[in-house]
């Protein structure tokens, strides 16, 4: 897909992954939707800073062989959020530290991520820590946590 090829290597560039991009038809207009993420998260500062990136790399390679798409298009760049599922090392290793609901073998598990490399996700449930090959794993899912006290410890020191 040419749009792909021109953003790919410029979100790369500023140092986030591209998690998703789909084009869609809305009405007489095309939706360019772009989904970025990095180690840490991002927040609304990184999106608006993406976003222009991408914008100018678009409007340049647009000026130069012609457009995308026919008519006009809406950019529209975000996070995958919370509800994107942990599929691939690098979704693991951008997650470490946060609580995490996964099936490991024949089980489904909480614990938090401790580390996570190329060959798997170590884990710590209830206070057990252990290393999980992708292999034996599915896919993550995220769970939200609206108090942490060991958050409020880290705070006091």
């Given at each position: 897909?040419?749009?792909?090829?021109?953003?790919?290597?410029?979100?790369?560039?500023?140092?986030?992954?591209?998690?998703?991009?789909?084009?869609?038809?809305?009405?007489?207009?095309?939706?360019?939707?772009?989904?970025?993420?990095?180690?840490?998260?991002?927040?609304?500062?990184?999106?608006?800073?993406?976003?222009?990136?991408?914008?100018?790399?678009?409007?340049?390679?647009e000026?130069?062989?012609?457009?995308?798409?026919?008519?006009?298009?809406?950019?529209?760049?975000?996070?995958?959020?919370?509800?994107?599922?942990?599929?691939?090392?690098?979704?693991?290793?951008?997650?470490?530290?946060?609580?995490?609901?996964?099936?490991?073998?024949?089980?489904t598990?909480?614990?938090?991520?401790?580390?996570?490399?190329?060959?798997?996700?170590t884990?710590?449930?209830?206070?057990?820590?252990?290393?999980?090959?992708?292999?034996?794993?599915?896919?993550?899912?995220?769970?939200?946590?609206?108090?942490?006290?060991?958050?409020?410890?880290?705070?006091?020191?």
């Amino acid at each position: 897909m040419r749009i792909e090829s021109v953003i790919a290597p410029v979100i790369a560039g500023a140092g986030y992954d591209l998690e998703e991009l789909k084009v869609s038809q809305a009405g007489r207009r095309s939706l360019v939707r772009v989904l970025v993420d990095r180690q840490g998260g991002i927040n609304l500062d990184a999106v608006a800073e993406v976003s222009r990136l991408i914008s100018n790399a678009l409007d340049a390679e647009e000026e130069a062989h012609g457009a995308f798409v026919q008519g006009t298009y809406t950019l529209e760049v975000g996070s995958p959020g919370t509800e994107r599922p942990l599929t691939l090392p690098r979704h693991w290793r951008q997650k470490v530290g946060r609580l995490v609901e996964a099936r490991v073998g024949e089980d489904t598990v909480t614990g938090r991520i401790v580390e996570a490399d190329d060959r798997g996700v170590t884990l710590d449930v209830s206070g057990e820590t252990t290393t999980v090959p992708y292999g034996e794993l599915g896919a993550g899912r995220i769970q939200l946590e609206f108090s942490r006290s060991d958050a409020a410890e880290d705070e006091k020191e």
